[in-house]
Structure formats: C-alpha cells, structure tokens
C-alpha cells in the first residue's frame, strides 16, 4: 500500500474529529454551560480545558496538521492541478483558521483561567474574569468550526475527484 493511500483519509479523519470536537463545543458544550453562574461556569471550562489535554486530543488535533502539510507533498505529482491546489487551500484555512486561533486566541485565555485560583475568587472577580473570557473564547471556536468544517469539506471534493 502506498503512503498517499493512507495520508488523505487519515487527514479526512482528523480534521473531520477536529470539525466535530469544535462543533460540539460551539454548539452543545458553550451553550451547556452559558447558563451557569460565573463561578460555576468558570469551574466547568477550567475542568474541561484540563481534561481534553490528553494524548488522544493531542494526537488527532496535531495529526491533523501534520497530515494536511503531507497530503499536497504525497500528491504533488499524483493529481491534477486543481485538486493539488484544493489541498493548499485546505491546508491554508486548518493552519490559520484552527492551528493559529488556536495557539493565539484560546491557549492564552485557557492559560489565564488555568492560573487562576477559583477557590478564592469574588463573585465580582469571577463576574469580570468570565466577561473577559466568553465572548472571545466562542467567537475563536466559531472560527475554528468553520475553518476545520471548511477544510473537511475541501479534503471530502478533493477526495471524491481523486476517485473519478
């Protein structure tokens, strides 16, 4: 079996779990616990954030990655030109839209709650704490949903025309 047989559906794979992780959160997760009170809202996302960095997370978000940089450089002689560049643009819209709202937009608002001590906090801090976290965190994750929906769809296209 060659390598080019295993990266696509491998990135299909991870990028649809990343899709899916992402539309969870936006859809069911955020919304879920928007309705608690600010410290409890604080409770849950801290302990969400620390539970999902675990080695399956890890291995999937940054396979992703690493399988969408691959499939253009497997295929570059393979495929037609449009269905190369269908890979570039995919591998463009996970690297901006999922890899770098990640690293610069919720890693840092995960890392300032994941260093704050909720057992001692005001409800006024934990108020002002939740204001300057929410909005930003859900408006990151919308575009790290569309972004990793986006390129799913992309690599599914690029798949099927592959296969004519």
Do not use: H
């Given at each position: 079996?060659?390598?080019?047989?295993?990266?696509?559906?491998?990135?299909?794979?991870?990028?649809?779990?990343?899709?899916?992780?992402?539309?969870?959160?936006?859809?069911?997760?955020?919304?879920?616990?928007?309705?608690?009170?600010?410290?409890?809202?604080?409770?849950?996302?801290?302990?969400?954030?620390?539970?999902?960095?675990?080695?399956?997370?890890?291995?999937?978000?940054?396979?992703?990655?690493?399988?969408?940089?691959?499939?253009?450089?497997?295929?570059?002689?393979?495929?037609?030109?449009?269905?190369?560049?269908?890979?570039i643009s995919a591998f463009v819209i996970y690297l901006l839209g999922v890899f770098t709202v990640t690293i610069l937009g919720n890693i840092p608002l995960n890392e300032l709650l994941d260093n704050t001590s909720l057992d001692n906090i005001s409800i006024n801090e934990a108020k002002a704490l939740r204001k300057s976290i929410e909005v930003k965190w859900n408006n990151f994750n919308l575009v790290r949903s569309v972004s990793s929906s986006l390129t799913f769809v992309l690599l599914i296209f690029s798949y099927l025309f592959l296969n004519r």
């Open positions: 079996m060659k390598l080019e047989t295993i990266i696509l559906p491998s990135a299909i794979l991870f990028v649809g779990l990343m899709a899916g992780i992402f539309f969870t959160w936006s859809n069911a997760v955020k919304p879920g616990i928007g309705k608690l009170s600010d410290l409890e809202y604080l409770r849950a996302l801290q302990s969400m954030n620390r539970e999902i960095l675990n080695i399956p997370f890890k291995i999937v978000f940054l396979g992703s990655l690493i399988t969408l940089i691959s499939v253009p450089i497997f295929y570059i002689n393979l495929c037609a030109e449009n269905i190369f560049w269908l890979f």
